[in-house]
């Protein structure tokens, strides 16, 4: 019980820093005032806590959202489970090649959105299952 609960919380660790390091994204190392209230959140989206000053933003709106691509497509609710299935691999093949991403942003919003996190659910569940019949 032990090793599940910390191989959780390295996980949830491991994509708040992922998601922290994010273009776009602002982590600095400061040594802040002695006075400074370290418990009252800045309204800035900054957090302080003593020694470590964070920025926290929530994403954008995309400003592609419904609008078509040289095909006259937007993506929606199924490409969306796709592009969640495929997303490690282009994930990875976008290390090297940067024509290839594994967010389409010429999609339909929430629909398309929450197609991809199902398609991501999907592979977590799989690897899961794979894993857990090793066992």
Not at 66 to 87: E, K, Y
Not at 122 to 127: A, D, G, K, P, R
Request: with cysteine; hydrophobic share 45%.
């Amino acid at each position: 019980m032990k090793k599940k609960l910390f191989n959780f919380v390295l996980m949830a660790v491991m994509l708040v820093i992922v998601a922290g390091c994010s273009p776009g994204s602002v982590v600095q190392i400061n040594t802040p005032a002695p006075n400074a209230q370290a418990s009252t959140p800045a309204p800035n989206g900054q957090i302080n806590v003593p020694g470590v000053s964070i920025q926290i933003y929530a994403p954008g709106p995309n400003p592609l959202v419904n609008t078509a691509d040289a095909q006259d497509r937007i993506a929606g609710f199924l490409p969306g489970i796709w592009h969640g299935v495929i997303s490690p691999v282009t994930l990875v093949l976008s290390f090297f090649n940067k024509g290839v991403q594994m967010y389409e942003v010429r999609n339909d919003g929430n629909q398309y959105n929450l197609g991809f996190l199902i398609g991501v659910a999907i592979v977590f569940v799989l690897l899961g299952a794979l894993v857990g019949s090793r066992r």
